[in-house]
């Protein structure tokens, strides 16, 4: 029944040049579905105005690339030629960052090709989970789960030093890494930690000084700085 919907507007157009109609229709759709996943990725995401306006014209350029190429071999070399020149400088990105950007690849495929309806159907659906992982506790650690970084000297066995401590005020912790400093005189430990409730943490991080020399301590919350893929 709604065989249609699925279907590809460009169809008998395969050996054939491309209707201006057909290519402005699509460029509409493409604009329109990269303004939905921008606004997608706005939500509850920390953004910068360079990514969102990536995101919001993606679609577009990736639909008019794949109509310009339309099945010819010689054409889809040259484009990939052209696309090899490029060098990108740009830092890692986040997880979220890549599939976001994935995902505005894939609608300008699926448009570029003429399958309005699957796009379209591919945004609402992809949107809908999107905004249903981000506003609920999915994925999320321990709501008292932090992170605790602990200075100490190089004669201090780091594998047990502060089990006694953490006994008293911690539910579970686990050391996360190791890493030496100072020209190897310290070690930076960090630990994974769910505190118990109602303790004092200033108390905790007391004992700690005593038992490592009063060097550096932090806690916080257990945020990494990049998630990356």
Request: hydrophobic share 50%.
């Amino acid at each position: 029944m709604f065989d249609w919907f699925f279907n590809s507007i460009l169809i008998g157009n395969a050996s054939s040049s491309v209707s201006g109609k057909n290519i402005l229709i699509c460029m509409a759709v493409s604009l329109v579905l990269g303004f939905c996943i921008a606004y997608i990725y706005m939500f509850k995401n920390v953004y910068s105005k360079g990514f969102i306006v990536t995101l919001t014209l993606m679609p577009a350029i990736v639909q008019l690339v794949i109509m310009l190429v339309n099945g010819n071999l010689g054409a889809g070399v040259a484009v990939t030629g052209a696309f090899s020149l490029v060098r990108f400088r740009s830092a890692p990105g986040s997880a979220k960052e890549i599939i976001s950007i994935f995902l505005a690849m894939a609608v300008g495929l699926a448009t570029g090709m003429g399958y309005i309806g699957v796009a379209v159907l591919f945004v609402i659906v992809m949107g809908i989970l999107n905004i249903i992982l981000n506003a609920t506790k999915f994925g999320e650690g321990p709501p008292r789960q932090k992170t605790l970084k602990i200075t100490i000297p190089e004669s201090l066995d780091y594998t047990n030093i502060f089990d006694d401590i953490f006994t008293k005020y911690l539910k579970n912790w686990e050391i996360y890494q190791v890493r030496s400093i100072n020209m190897g005189s310290l070690f930076k430990i960090e630990y994974k930690v769910v505190i118990k409730n109602s303790i004092n943490e200033k108390q905790m991080i007391d004992d700690i000084r005593c038992r490592n020399g009063n060097l550096e301590i932090m806690i916080g919350k257990n945020l990494p700085s990049r998630e990356e893929l």
